[in-house]
């Protein structure tokens, strides 16, 4: 009885999916795990309940109540997979899996030097994971060339942020802060659909009629906006930053900025002020499309709002919509300049932030994944960042590799001359999820070694040498940290089938076969809290500091009552330390705050102390609409639907409610090209073309379409995605391009 309810004891833990990280409770299943329930499915390890928590209050969204199923999917990986001179996957021992990769790891290198192998990361990845990728591409492969999927979903806020504040994270404040607010401007961002339980947060600006959402389609959250809550900008696609120059133009020329915020604590104002005047409303709606008054009334309500005038507070937020761009960082900049001139980031209740979309896409970002990027967020070319990590890990500062590819450019390189040969992909499909990608399959295709880490045998697994079944959410510890830069434990509620292994234990078997001598034997810990009590040390003194956080300060916490510590948590820190200031009219967030959950309060972590305003200017898309593609093509996600599907696709109460890929298009553009609601569509860019059902609606703007981009095969939209990136974050520009759309002739 006793061991039967320790192996069914409930735990807490967070969802599988995005950054939202809503809290859920795990309870193990009673019966067998691998027997048939009466519809012929697999019965669930675990079965999920929502959870009281800060971020979700008890909400799950179709995807975190659904979760359980993914564990126990009919195809899930439960072996390892080695291709044969046949050509096909055939099942094998670890040993022999984990020889063979390290056999041919060892003749890439032999022949193309350490560079000529690569590693591409998930933003899904815990903590512990992603820093273990990490140093293991540092140190055992000795390889630059790192990257992970968040340089598509972040980076340009990544980059904006760190320019302007001195450090990135997602939201420097609870995300409860927001209920706060009188105003809320969400760009390029549809919450309703991507993480429904944040809906409640924006409840305060609703009722205050200070919803401000810019998207090139009605969204459900635009929707939240466009019935007299707030306001529904619809530009223009790729002209969001024409929006946000006309905004501040607004502002200043009606002399609505925060004089004495700018004085005390921003630099570059001048060179902001030239750059917008020539965005005069008019001027700015013939770009973006916007009407003037429009404009004028958002930058009016934003700054009644602002506390420098008496407001309740005042936030704008940015998403995949406006940063997926060539001129992302730009955009985002814009924005954080429309913050500071307004004088909310630093204000408690007020501020700017970014929407991570992926579970762990603050996290992943932090500990080591990136290209540019050691773990606590340092710069991989700073000597004292290199010398400190180096000592951490008990190897010279001089072999750690400098600065790899971005994500982009290294999917781009491989197989090609001077390019990696071979890959590992952990935690990420990209044939799916990359922009053009028939071309991504295409150097897949041409690596000589392609190593997969998954779940289940996901488009990207199906392609490779070698595939490893890795342990998922609910069967592994460890932690992840939230849009917010809240971070949270992950706890195990039931073990993984067959002979599958946390990616911990092959990255440490892989280093014991392939690690330099000068690599410790004892580098790569199994132990998720001994891997993080590294991460902690490893991250001391950086902008992410996690070094005065545990495992076990975590559970402490959290028993205690509290929900998670934020970030920075300086080994300096007092335990579990109180809530600074507070909010007027916000909900009082019980977590305790541990942490630091608001940042900039006193001073930015810029030399001097100030924000950075920078002045950026409208260039338009990489691939702008012309007469061989006069149309618009804009992508995102569904509800029902979780990045490239390989989880979601899966879950049969979600599969049927958003079986196949679609088009959206206005009923104007359907009638004029003769693509009639519920008959296919062809989307053709400079790329390749498409097939998808269409389906008429008034929410687009009559010059787009909108795919969702969950699918593989004849309807997968990021075939025909640029992979034109921005210059300074190089994340690609999946959110805007050119295209021809033509009916499909039934056969
Ligand atoms: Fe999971 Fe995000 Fe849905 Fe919450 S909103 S249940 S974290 S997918």
């Not at 335990?575 to 507070?582: D, H, Q």
Request: with cysteine.
């Amino acid at each position: 009885e006793a061991r039967w309810a320790q192996a069914h004891q409930a735990s807490d833990t967070h969802c599988p999916y995005c950054a939202l990280q809503c809290a859920m409770t795990l309870t193990p299943a009673s019966g067998p795990a691998d027997g048939p329930t009466a519809d012929g499915r697999p019965a669930l390890p675990v079965t999920v309940a929502p959870r009281e928590f800060p971020t979700n209050r008890g909400g799950l969204c179709q995807k975190g109540w659904t979760s359980a199923t993914v564990l126990g999917v009919p195809d899930r990986l439960t072996t390892p997979l080695v291709r044969g001179s046949d050509g096909e996957l055939a099942p094998a021992s670890w040993e022999a899996a984990l020889g063979f990769v390290a056999e041919r790891v060892r003749a890439v290198q032999a022949e193309h030097g350490p560079e000529g192998v690569a590693v591409f990361g998930g933003g899904g990845l815990t903590n512990e994971k992603a820093y273990a990728l990490g140093k293991f591409a540092r140190t055992v492969l000795r390889t630059p060339n790192i990257d992970y999927n968040g340089r598509f979903c972040m980076a340009s806020a990544a980059a904006a942020g760190n320019r302007a504040f001195g450090v990135d994270r997602g939201l420097p404040f609870p995300v409860t802060d927001l209920g706060g607010a009188q105003a809320i401007v969400l760009l390029g961002s549809n919450v309703a659909e991507t993480m429904p339980p944040f809906v409640q947060h924006l409840a305060g600006a609703r009722a205050a009629g200070g919803l401000v959402v810019v998207d090139p389609r009605r969204s459900a959250t635009a929707r939240l906006a466009d019935d007299g809550q707030g306001v529904h900008l619809q530009p223009v696609p790729g002209t969001d930053l024409v929006v946000l120059l006309a905004l501040l133009h607004v502002v200043l020329a009606e002399g609505l900025a925060d004089r004495a915020y700018l004085d005390e604590r921003t630099t570059g104002f001048d060179a902001v002020a030239r750059s917008v005047a020539a965005w005069w409303p008019e001027r700015a709606e013939t770009v973006c499309g916007v009407p003037a008054e429009e404009l004028r009334r958002v930058a009016r309500l934003l700054a009644v709002a602002s506390p420098s005038r008496g407001g309740r507070g005042a936030y704008l937020l940015t998403g995949r919509g406006v940063e997926q761009s060539t001129q992302g960082t730009a955009t985002v900049t814009a924005a954080i300049n429309l913050a500071l001139a307004l004088g909310l980031p630093g204000r408690v209740g007020s501020g700017y932030g970014c929407l991570t979309g992926q579970g762990n896409g603050q996290g992943g970002r932090e500990h080591g994944q990136k290209s540019d990027q050691l773990p606590g967020y340092r710069k991989i070319d700073d000597p004292a960042a290199r010398a400190h990590v180096a000592a951490v890990w008990g190897v010279g500062p001089a072999t750690l590799p400098g600065p790899g590819k971005p994500a982009v450019a290294l999917l781009s390189s491989l197989g090609t001359d001077g390019g990696p040969k071979a890959l590992f992909v952990n935690g990420s499909n990209v044939v799916v999820s990359a922009p053009n990608a028939d071309r991504v399959r295409e150097r897949l295709a041409a690596l000589d070694l392609l190593v997969v880490c998954d779940v289940v045998p996901s488009e990207t697994a199906r392609l490779a040498d070698v595939v490893l079944p890795v342990t998922q959410w609910a069967e592994e510890e460890g932690t992840m940290t939230s849009l917010e830069g809240r971070v949270l434990r992950r706890r195990r509620a039931t073990d993984p089938p067959g002979e599958v292994r946390s990616e911990l234990w092959i990255l440490g078997e892989l280093a014991k076969r392939l690690a330099p001598e000068d690599v410790p034997d004892d580098a790569f810990p199994t132990e998720p809290a001994v891997v993080f009590d590294e991460l902690a040390r490893a991250s001391a003194g950086g902008p992410a500091d996690y070094s005065g956080l545990s495992h076990a300060l975590l559970d402490a916490h959290e028993a205690a009552g509290g929900a998670g510590l934020y970030w920075p948590f300086p080994s300096s820190s007092p335990e579990l330390s109180g809530p600074r200031g507070g909010i007027p009219g916000a909900e009082p967030d019980n977590s305790g705050m541990g942490g630091t959950p608001r940042l900039f309060l006193d001073r930015f972590p810029t030399p001097d102390g100030r924000a950075r305003m920078v002045a950026v200017d409208h260039v338009g898309p990489s691939d702008d609409v012309r007469p061989d593609a006069p149309i618009y093509l804009v992508t995102g996600r569904v509800l029902q639907h979780y990045q490239s599907g390989a989880q979601t696709h899966r879950v049969p109460e979600l599969e049927r409610l958003v079986p196949e890929p679609y088009a959206e298009l206005h009923p104007q553009l359907g009638f004029r090209l003769g693509v009639p609601d519920g008959g296919r569509v062809r989307i053709a860019s400079a790329r390749g073309a498409v097939v998808a059902t269409a389906r008429w609606t008034d929410a687009i703007r009559p010059d787009t379409v909108f795919m969702p981009f969950h699918w593989s095969g004849a309807g997968s939209v990021n075939r025909i995605t640029t992979d034109a990136v921005d210059p300074i974050s190089a994340m690609p520009e999946f959110k805007v391009c050119a295209v021809d759309v033509t009916p499909v002739s039934p056969e």
